[in-house]
């Protein structure tokens, strides 16, 4: 005996699952929610604000100099020599550095290099490590040759590959952004293929084969769509990596030539009369800390609200 | 109550006596809460089955009354007697006493449900050593005697066992043995046998059964399966959003159900008649298989190669208009043979003939043209549409491949909602905003946009509630009618098999074992593994009722 056959009407009445379309916060909605991104943000957005509009916040070129406003401490008043040869009263805030060059005027452009050199170098490798690890992950024959390489450049320190490369060339802005992205391509690269790994074997990738969607579309459309999340935590934590590399690289007089502010460059020219006058490596490295903290608590507000699998991995 | 009362409850009252319990959801859930005065008792020596779809708040009660709630989901109200002592807000030293040693439970994923990294008989240990003054000596006779007991051949081999080194049914027996190695009053069975064969689903049932019987345990069993509700229960509680709606003896409640929703439910459960549907052998046949193998090779380095032959000599034919059913067991190769035909893999060997054309060897090249003949369903809802796209997207990526222009495609993807009984206006939404039965009608719309002439249905509403699954059946039926399709359904579901096949193929270990008309193979099974799939179906002699 078999049971009476009922209606689809019917059961759509009283089955639990047609209810109403369910709405769920979208993730923008949660980002915007989170403390750490809210805080982060703000924090970031305000150093934005200072590199933008450095020269009216009561700046004066960076790379004057005077030799009558040495060494002065911070708070001082003196007086700078700006290139026509007229001469300026000028109040010196974080002070004056060993050449008499305004260390308040230097930080505020310093910001600059900084947001620049982060954004830029994690664009980058995230631009490489994006393409390299979508082939990895997709094309089987490419995957060994590619990833060897990666491991090998894995190998070597970061910081050396940096100061190899920015040897071989002259330093300028382009080539420390190039020589600290390289070494993070291959971090990029393992995520990227890691997730492509997961994402292939995912149905929907299957029924797109399955509709025959060409394996570009397919890579480009359906995978890498769903790696973005990841990849944007992980583009923040690059970021803030390479503030503190370039950092490290000017203050080891290997980044950009010592008269371009940098926060680095400042800390390098305040070093050897850290005992008389600290503030020449306090200040600088007040703000790249800051400017770190800020980027790694926007990654984290981050990483908790687009990827919450990994949230709970680290 | 007083101490008098208490002994008298103790001795012949319930085991279990849960009073207008009530769990509070978080706000912003989709109800207030998980569960609304629930109150049900279990006596001893008595099975009662708690059975309700997804989200119906079965298991919350189970993790309620062993007191394993998240913080999130506070007991807001009522009370959990377990032999009289409320156990609702009892603290977490007097509840960790009471565990295996009063109350237990086993869980539906036997794999992870057991620490890999110690042996069995060391994870039974545990049990004792932390709830009994036994010597080393007595535990280790104790823990044989209950290896023994669940059924498990050469005791000294399992006790020394890992977790992976036995299979799910052994895993989930050293479950069941480590619950009741104390003899607990009271067992908590949460799904205990959804993940597993049907065959070995038949033979734990049993083992719980005997058990319980020997014991005289108290037994609260959660399900969604009716099948498994005819075989094992005594009385049944039917859950829906949280509530009790019904409330019964086993007869009573699955022959004479009285609540609409209990009615629909069972009505929903197919059954295992086929449908008796004429299989006229006239039309042209859409697919034919000649000897498919795909063979898996483990290569390593260095050693020996390691061959898994996943598909062999499999030969299947399908006619327009008809279903045939590969009906087998997890591992049995009913998928590999799925994933063959539509060439998501490659196959070792034989033959797949589209209309006569042999596809199993052409390059992505030449089979590109072809692909849009044969689409496939997968089973998995929540993962079978990309999270990034709508809906729209998703139903007009096919014809876009093929080169039907954008606002043809989308008149098409409009009707094809209509078709699969979905609102058009729905089509601008992402998947996440559906519930599983409605994503997996998006995915039926999907694969009729390239117009197939094959459609595939890998376990395609197993992952389904079984109201929601007669529902999507329905659907494939009604469009298999319409359109005149041939479809090739995998399931493991014998029921669903023989509510939509025409014909049906057994498969085991990779071979096709018994291969005719539904009703040939359902009624007068020849091979000995149809006959013991069959006898293992659970319910498979009660007759269900809706009057």
Known sequence: MSAPQTKASELEVLSVESADVRVTETAWQRVRKNWSVRIGGVVLALLVLISVSAPWLGTVDPTLFDAASRDLVPGKAGEITTLDGEILKHKFWFGSDSFGRDIYSRVMYGTRISLIVGLLAALLSLAFGIVCGLSAGYLRWLDGILMRFMDGLMAIPAILIAIALVAMWRGSLTTVIIAIAIPEIPRVTRLVRSLVLSIREEPYVEAAVALGTPTWKIMFGHILPNTIAPLVVQGTYICAAAILVEAILSFLGVGLPPDIPTWGNIMAEGRPQFNQYPHNIFIPGVFLAITVLAVNILGDGLRDTLDPKMAKRV | ?547
Not at chain 2, 530 to 539: D, S, V
Request: overall charge neutral.
């Open chain 2, 1 to 547: 109550m007083s101490a008098v009362a208490e002994a008298k409850v103790r001795g012949s009252g319930p085991v279990l006596d849960v009073r207008g319990l009530t769990i509070a959801l978080p706000t912003g859930s989709d109800r207030s809460e998980a569960a609304s005065g629930v109150a049900f008792s279990v006596k001893r020596g008595e099975i009662l089955c708690l059975v309700g779809e997804s989200g119906s708040g079965k298991s919350v009660i189970a993790q309620a009354v062993m007191g394993l709630l998240p913080n999130t989901l506070p007991v807001t109200g009522g009370e959990i007697l377990l032999e009289g002592e409320n156990v609702a807000h009892a603290s977490p030293d007097r509840l960790r006493e009471l565990r295996a040693t009063r109350m237990s439970m086993i869980f539906q994923e036997p794999m992870t449900a057991l620490n890999p990294v110690m042996t069995c008989g060391d994870q039974i240990d545990e049990v004792l050593q932390e709830h009994t003054q036994l010597t080393p000596e007595q535990r280790r006779d104790k823990i044989l005697d209950i290896v023994r007991e669940v059924a498990l051949p050469d005791p000294e081999r399992i006790v020394a066992s890992y977790p992976h080194q036995l299979s799910g049914g052994q895993r989930q027996r050293i479950m069941i043995a480590m619950a009741l190695v104390l003899e607990p009053a009271l067992l908590i069975a949460d799904e205990p046998t959804t993940a597993l064969d049907v065959t070995t689903q038949a033979q734990i049932l049993k083992l719980v059964q005997d058990l319980q019987r020997r014991h005289g345990t108290g037994v609260l069993f959660i399900t969604h399966d009716f099948g498994v509700v005819a075989e094992i229960a005594h009385r049944v509680a039917v859950l829906r959003l949280g509530k009790v709606v019904e409330l019964g003896e086993k007869n009573e409640v699955l022959k004479r159900p009285r609540h609409d929703y209990t009615k629909m439910l069972i009505a929903a459960v197919p059954t295992l008649q086929t449908h008796g549907r004429a299989a006229e052998g006239a039309s042209e046949p859409v697919l034919r298989t000649v000897g498919l193998c795909k063979t898996y090779y483990d290569r390593g380095w260095f050693g020996r190669r390691r061959e898994v032959n996943a598909a062999q000599d499999v030969s299947i034919e399908i006619r327009r208009g008809q279903t045939l059913g590969i009906v087998g067991e997890s591992g049995s190769g009913k998928s590999t043979v799925a994933r063959c035909i539509i060439r998501l893999i490659d196959p070792t060997a034989g033959e797949i003939r589209l209309h006569g054309e042999d596809i199993a060897k052409m390059s992505a090249g030449e089979l590109r043209p072809l692909r849009r003949r044969v689409q496939i369903v997968f089973q998995d809802p929540y993962r079978s549409l990309n999270p990034r796209r709508t809906v729209l997207e998703a139903i007009i990526e096919g014809p876009l491949n093929y080169g039907v222009p954008r606002d043809k495609a989308i008149e098409r993807a409009r009707q094809l909602m209509e078709l699969v009984r979905m609102d058009p206006e729905s089509l601008s939404r992402y998947p996440h905003q559906f519930s599983g039965g409605q994503r997996q009608r998006i995915c039926v719309a999907r694969a009729l946009a390239q117009e197939p002439e094959l459609l595939i249905a890998d376990e395609a509403v197993s992952a389904l509630d079984v109201s929601v699954q007669a529902q999507v059946l329905d659907l494939l039926e009604d469009i298999r009618n319409r359109l005149n399709l041939a479809m090739l359904f995998i399931t493991h579901d014998l029921r669903v098999a023989a509510k939509v096949c025409d014909y049906v193929a057994v498969m085991s270990q990779g071979r096709i074992v018994e291969h005719g008309p539904a009703s040939q193979v359902f009624g007068t099974p020849r091979h000995e593994y149809t006959r013991a799939l069959f006898a293992a179906a659970p319910g498979r002699d009660f007759v269900f009722g809706t009057a």
